[in-house]
Every structure is written in structure tokens, then in C-alpha cells.
């Protein structure tokens, strides 16, 4: 605030942040097991341990009156990884499968958005601030989350006389982290028990075959120094060509996420090279490949919870806990009644469900660390994890700016 002297903060740097990162996880996991709730409703670990290490890092605030600063580049490093590893893994007859539910995923979230935006409008009227502060209490934060609220922030504030816009984006997108992070598992733990759903299991992609050993199949079946460094430059590869897809982008004036192309790129090369290749058997698809996306997954997930700062909730705590309220309600009623329902009422509809949640309450990375959670108890959903970040990561992002102008304009 203006006219108080600032404390200097506590700086983690990128080592350090990358180090607290694998503990918080540890002591996610730690967690999980002394508390059987968190395992039975699928919370990931780095959920559970991200949310005492964010609490603990308030505490701090408040005794010592310094916040904690981190150097978060190795968290987003980690995600350019987790989600070319996700590209690796994808198959084309997935892809395929998962077509025509795509544009049904997209028309459902962007209906969605405009629910979100006018439930934002109506909590900031309520506390007697400007309508359009709304697209703060909603889509610029919870399906745009940190980086979109900030953008927006300042523009909002200078526009509509809106003070403190930008902390108000800030602490919607970090309690919106929150909710998705913690309502997604039961959501889909509610809809696959209630409905006796179980997964549909490919007996090419999850049973044993028969045929004679191929060369370098072994490294396939273990994780070793080989399979580990194949891995490596599969995805080195992917993301080599993708950030020139993403420069090329941007020169022209195309903005996405660095993921994005990284994880096309990935799908191209998992799928192209060893049709053109069939006797290099030069494989992307391994447990190698497997073990370095949950590890990369893990890792980010900690590291995103455990650097919210719980401290920038207080100054508008009421307009915050009123919304956010009304946020989860609809959410958790129209992924029940609307989304699994339109899904299909399917297994994969089930593990879908708790991705949406976790992307238009929270971010995509949270989507999936909620149905890593979900298919870890219940079972596979390959194609949920293609089409969740396609729609999510790709379209929403075009489909929020033109949503959230549009909203501005209206009052």
C-alpha cells in the first residue's frame, strides 16, 4: 500500500524453488497416506502438500511481515515438458476417437464461460463495484487464470475506475487454484461410483503380446539409463521444433502457450517417424517416457501451489468468499447435470469431468493432475487426456478474449 514501508521479501531462487518443489511433493504424498480421505476423493499429492506449504508461507507473512518471492522458471519449464510428453503418448487412433467429442467439449465450455462471467457481474454488484469488475470474478481469472488476470488487471483498472483490479484478479485466480485442485476428484469419485462406470481397456495398449522381441523393445518394458536418455531426446526434439512453431507464431501475431506447439510437435513425431521408420523401432511411447511426465506433472503442480500468495486474500475477502461460493456451486451442477450428461454418461465422460473442473476453476496442468489422480484409481482414459488440453490450452484461451471484450462492452 501506498505511504508503507516495504520489507524486503524472502527470495527462493530457481535451485531452491526446484528443491522445495520435490519436498512439497513428498510431503504431499506423506500426507495421503496418514489421511485416507485425501486418497479416497483422489486429491493429488502435490495438491495436498502445496496447500500446507502455501499455508505455512502465510504464516510466515504474517509473523515476520515478509512475503516470499520464488523464481519460478523451473516450474515453467516443467510444464513445456509435462505436456510434450503428453504429445508422445498420443496415438493417432486416439486422436481420432476423440474427434467428435472435441466440438462438444468447446461448445460446452464456451457456454460455460458466459455462465462464469455473468455469476463474476452479479458478485461484484453485490458489493457494490462496477459490473464489468465481474470478468475478474470469472473467466480473465478462473479460465484464464494468473497470467490473463494480470494482463487484464491493470486495464480494467484504468478503464472502469475499478481500484485494486489486478489483486482482485490475482486472489480470484488463486482461490479459483484452490477449487479445482480440491473439487475435482469427488466430482468424478461421485459420478463413477454412482453410475458403476469402469474404464474401457484397449487390449493393444494394456496387455502382454505374444509376438517375438523387437529391436530395442526391451528399453520399452524398463526404465534404464537408454530408455531414459531416448526418452530425453524425443521430447528435446519436440520441443526444439515446436518453439519454432511458437517464434514463427508469434512474429505473426499469434499468441499462444510454448506448450501447445511442443505438444502438436510431439504428436506428429510420435506418430509420423516410425511410420516412415517402421524398422528403426525408434519408439517415444515407454514407461521411461511415462516416469518423466509424472515427475515433470508433480513437480509443477507443487510448485504452482505452494507459491500462492494466501496473503493478498484478506483486502477483499467478502466479494471474494460470496463469488467464489456461487463459482463452485454452479461449476460442481454443471459438470454433473450438463457435462457428464453431454460426455456421453461414459467412464471417460466420468475422468472428463474432473479435467473440466480443474481448468475453468484452476488451469489445465490442474486438469490433468486431477485425472492423472482419478485414472490412477479407477483406470485408463487415454483420449480424455488428449482432447481435455486441445479444448482447454488451445481454443479457450481465443475464445476468453473475444468473451471477455465483449462482456467489457456491455455495460
Given amino acids: 500500500m501506498e505511504g508503507e514501508t516495504m520489507v524486503d521479501p524472502f527470495v527462493v531462487d530457481g535451485f531452491g524453488a526446484f528443491t522445495l518443489g520435490i519436498v512439497v511433493y513428498f510431503l504431499g504424498a506423506r500426507l495421503t497416506r496418514k489421511f485416507p480421505i485425501l486418497q479416497r476423493y483422489s486429491i493429488p499429492e502435490p495438491v495436498s502438500g502445496g496447500l500446507l506449504a502455501a499455508i505455512v508461507a502465510l504464516a510466515v507473512v504474517v509473523f515476520t511481515g515478509r512475503e516470499i518471492s520464488y523464481d519460478l522458471t523451473a516450474r515453467d519449464f516443467l510444464l513445456v515438458y509435462f505436456f510434450t510428453t503428453v504429445g508422445l503418448n498420443a496415438r493417432v487412433s486416439d486422436l481420432l476417437r476423440g474427434g467428435p467429442v472435441l466440438a462438444v467439449l468447446l461448445g460446452l465450455t464456451i457456454g460455460y464461460m458466459i455462465l462464469q462471467n455473468l455469476i463474476g457481474a452479479l458478485g461484484a454488484t453485490l458489493f457494490g463495484l462496477p459490473p464489468q469488475a465481474g470478468v475478474l470474478l470469472g473467466t480473465a481469472s478462473l479460465i484464464g487464470g494468473h497470467g490473463t488476470a494480470i494482463a487484464w488487471g491493470p486495464t480494467i483498472q484504468s478503464d472502469y475506475a475499478i481500484s485494486g483490479a489486478a489483486e482482485l484478479g490475482i486472489a480470484s485466480a488463486t482461490i479459483g487454484l484452490i477449487l479445482a485442485?480440491?473439487?475435482?476428484?469427488?466430482?468424478?469419485?461421485?459420478?463413477?461410483?454412482?453410475?458403476n462406470l469402469v474404464a474401457e481397456i484397449h487390449p493393444e495398449?494394456?496387455?502382454?503380446?505374444?509376438?517375438?522381441?523387437?529391436?530395442?523393445?526391451?528399453?520399452?518394458?524398463?526404465?534404464?539409463?537408454?530408455?531414459?536418455?531416448?526418452?530425453?531426446?524425443?521430447?528435446?526434439?519436440?520441443?526444439?521444433?515446436?518453439?519454432t512453431v511458437f517464434t514463427a507464431l508469434e512474429e505473426a501475431g499469434v499468441k499462444l502457450p510454448l506448450f501447445v506447439p511442443c505438444l502438436l510437435s510431439a504428436i506428429l513425431l510420435a506418430n509420423v517417424i516410425p511410420a516412415i521408420f517402421p524398422r528403426r523401432k525408434w519408439r517415444a511411447r515407454s514407461k521411461a517416457t511415462d516416469?518423466?511426465?509424472?515427475?515433470?506433472?508433480?513437480?509443477?503442480?507443487?510448485?504452482?501451489?505452494?507459491?500462492?500468495e494466501l496473503w493478498t486474500l484478506a483486502s477483499s475477502a467478502g466479494v471474494l468468499t460470496v463469488?467464489?461460493?456461487?463459482?463452485?456451486?454452479?461449476?460442481?451442477?454443471?459438470?454433473?447435470?450438463?457435462?457428464?450428461?453431454?460426455?456421453?454418461?461414459?467412464?471417460?465422460?466420468?475422468?472428463?469431468?474432473?479435467?473440466?473442473?480443474?481448468?475453468?476453476?484452476?488451469?489445465?496442468?490442474?486438469?490433468?493432475?486431477?485425472?492423472?489422480?482419478?485414472?490412477?484409481?479407477?483406470?485408463?482414459?487415454?483420449?480424455?487426456?488428449?482432447?481435455?488440453?486441445?479444448?482447454?490450452?488451445?481454443?479457450?484461451?481465443?475464445?476468453?478474449?473475444?468473451?471477455?471484450?465483449?462482456?467489457?462492452?456491455l455495460w
Fill in 323 to 409: 463469488t467464489m461460493a456461487m463459482q463452485a456451486v454452479v461449476a460442481v451442477a454443471y459438470i454433473v447435470l450438463v457435462v457428464f450428461r453431454a460426455m456421453g454418461r461414459t467412464y471417460f465422460a466420468g475422468v472428463l469431468s474432473a479435467g473440466f473442473a480443474g481448468f475453468t476453476l484452476g488451469a489445465t496442468p490442474t486438469a490433468i493432475a486431477n485425472m492423472t489422480a482419478v485414472t490412477q484409481r479407477y483406470g485408463p482414459s487415454p483420449v480424455a487426456f488428449i482432447v481435455l488440453p486441445l479444448v482447454s490450452a488451445f481454443f479457450v484461451d481465443i475464445a476468453n478474449a473475444i468473451l471477455i471484450k465483449w462482456f467489457l462492452s
Fill in 291 to 308: 516416469l518423466i511426465s509424472e515427475f515433470s506433472l508433480s513437480v509443477f503442480l507443487s510448485m504452482s501451489l505452494m507459491s500462492m
Fill in 181 to 195: 485442485s480440491l473439487l475435482g476428484g469427488p466430482i468424478a469419485r461421485f459420478l463413477i461410483e454412482r453410475n
Fill in 205 to 243: 495398449e494394456h496387455m502382454p503380446t505374444a509376438a517375438a522381441p523387437e529391436e530395442g523393445a526391451e528399453d520399452d518394458k524398463e526404465i534404464n539409463k537408454i530408455s531414459i536418455m531416448r526418452s530425453i531426446l524425443w521430447i528435446h526434439l519436440s520441443i526444439a521444433i515446436g518453439f
